[in-house]
């Protein structure tokens, strides 16, 4: 099986970093998210990895290819046309069944149901409440994907799309994106779910699988909340602290860290050589060699070496910054 990893095809939702940093390597509980993800892939029958990447390419490669011992293929897609386009670059490439993974989220999922079950492809999705913010997938009694509504305004369901699939038969995949890039654009872009939606129509079967979580990291919030929940989930340590350091459970502090004189918690992750001084911290996402002094931080997160003294507040800053506040 070859697994395609669509790292562009759609626009970034983490616009204070991306710039710098590639998605899938900004890091939640002292983690990049594609190591997250690619923990899930242990076990199955991978034969190759195909990331589709954006302007950040050699980034991304000089990473994988030190991480990941797998045989790995990069193709840019230069064209920023949606989904579909991303996954369509891969087609001279895959020979057989594929799985898709879009990387912005961590998931709890069996993979190696693709390797069992009796369909022409897998979509997995997890339950929601707020179903209106989601691609939903709709159902037959058996299980089956009927259609994918993109934000519904009625409750028709509630299994959220998380970028997660599995394709046997990838020639109706093939099928599916020529039609989609023959139609006009919808609002710019070309939507991988439309080449799905095409397959269902003319008989192909695709299971509908649930996971036992998806944890969001496209956006400032949801990301600080799967480092909240991940961290709680075990990825939390610290070392020994000195008297004038509160430490509110669950934290993640790296090593190297200097701290006198603040409370760091809950729900923090401070990357290895940063220094806090005089601040209290929490909720938030520090990354490695910042230093922050006389300040209170809560639901930020900041990139490597920023600076900050005397700043009180929300903030969302990439690398290399510096704020200066009012001690």
């Given at each position: 099986?070859?697994?395609?990893?669509?790292?562009a095809?759609?626009?970034?939702r983490?616009?204070?970093?991306?710039?710098?940093?590639?998605?899938p390597?900004?890091?939640v509980?002292?983690?990049?998210v594609?190591?997250?993800?690619?923990?899930r892939?242990?076990?199955?029958?991978?034969?190759?990895?195909?990331?589709?990447?954006?302007?950040?390419?050699?980034?991304?490669?000089?990473?994988?290819?030190?991480r990941?011992?797998?045989?790995?293929?990069f193709?840019?897609q230069?064209?920023?046309?949606?989904t579909?386009?991303?996954?369509n670059?891969?087609r001279?490439?895959v020979?057989?069944?594929?799985?898709i993974?879009?990387v912005?989220?961590?998931?709890?999922?069996?993979l190696s149901?693709?390797?069992?079950?009796?369909?022409?492809?897998i979509i997995?999705?997890?339950?929601v409440e707020?179903?209106q913010?989601?691609?939903?997938?709709?159902?037959?009694?058996?299980?089956?994907?009927?259609?994918?509504?993109?934000?519904?305004?009625?409750?028709?369901?509630?299994?959220?799309?998380i970028?997660?699939?599995?394709?046997?038969?990838?020639?109706a995949?093939?099928?599916?994106?020529?039609?989609?890039?023959?139609q006009?654009?919808?609002k710019?872009?070309?939507?991988?779910?439309?080449?799905?939606?095409?397959?269902?129509?003319?008989?192909?079967r695709?299971?509908?699988?649930?996971?036992?979580?998806?944890?969001?990291?496209?956006?400032?919030?949801?990301?600080?909340?799967?480092?909240?929940?991940?961290?709680?989930?075990g990825?939390?340590?610290?070392p020994?602290?000195g008297?004038?350091?509160?430490?509110?459970?669950?934290v993640?502090?790296?090593?190297?860290?200097?701290?006198?004189?603040?409370?760091?918690?809950?729900?923090?992750?401070?990357e290895?050589?940063?220094?806090v001084?005089?601040s209290?911290?929490s909720?938030?996402i520090?990354?490695?060699r910042?230093?922050?002094?006389?300040?209170?931080?809560?639901?930020s997160?900041?990139g490597?070496?920023?600076?900050?003294?005397?700043f009180?507040?929300?903030?969302?800053?990439?690398?290399?910054s510096?704020?200066?506040g009012?001690?």
């Open positions: 099986m070859q697994v395609i990893i669509p790292l095809g759609k626009g970034s983490l616009r204070p970093h991306t710039h710098l940093v590639p998605k390597l900004l890091k509980a002292g983690r990049p594609m190591d997250w993800v690619m923990d892939l242990d076990g199955l029958n991978i034969e190759e990895l195909i990331f589709i990447t954006g302007h950040l390419k050699e980034q991304v490669e000089a990473y994988t290819r030190s990941y011992k797998l045989p790995s293929r193709i840019e230069r064209v920023q046309d949606g579909a386009g991303a996954v670059l891969a001279p490439h020979h057989g069944p594929a799985m993974i879009f912005d989220t961590v998931f709890e999922a069996d149901l693709a390797e069992s079950v009796d369909a022409d492809g997995w999705a997890k339950e707020d179903y913010r989601f691609g939903v997938v709709v159902t037959d009694a058996d299980g089956y994907m009927t259609r994918i509504v993109e934000k519904p305004s009625e409750p028709i369901s509630k299994l959220a799309n970028g997660l699939y599995w394709i046997r038969d990838t020639p995949l093939w099928d599916g994106i020529d039609h989609v890039l023959a006009p654009a919808n710019g872009e070309y939507y991988l779910t439309d080449a799905f939606q095409h397959m269902i129509d003319r008989g192909r695709i299971l509908t699988a649930e996971v036992g979580g998806w944890y969001d990291c496209g956006q400032l919030g949801t990301t600080l909340e799967t480092n909240g929940i991940l961290l709680a989930q990825a939390a340590r610290h020994a602290v008297a004038d350091v509160t430490i509110v459970e669950p993640l502090i790296e090593d190297g860290c200097t701290l006198a004189r603040c409370t760091i918690g809950p729900n923090v992750t401070l290895a050589g940063s220094t001084t005089d209290t911290i909720d938030s520090i990354g490695a910042c230093i922050i002094s006389e300040s209170t931080l809560a639901h997160m900041l490597d070496e920023v600076t900050m003294r005397g009180h507040g929300i903030t969302s800053m990439g690398s290399h510096t704020v200066e009012v001690a």
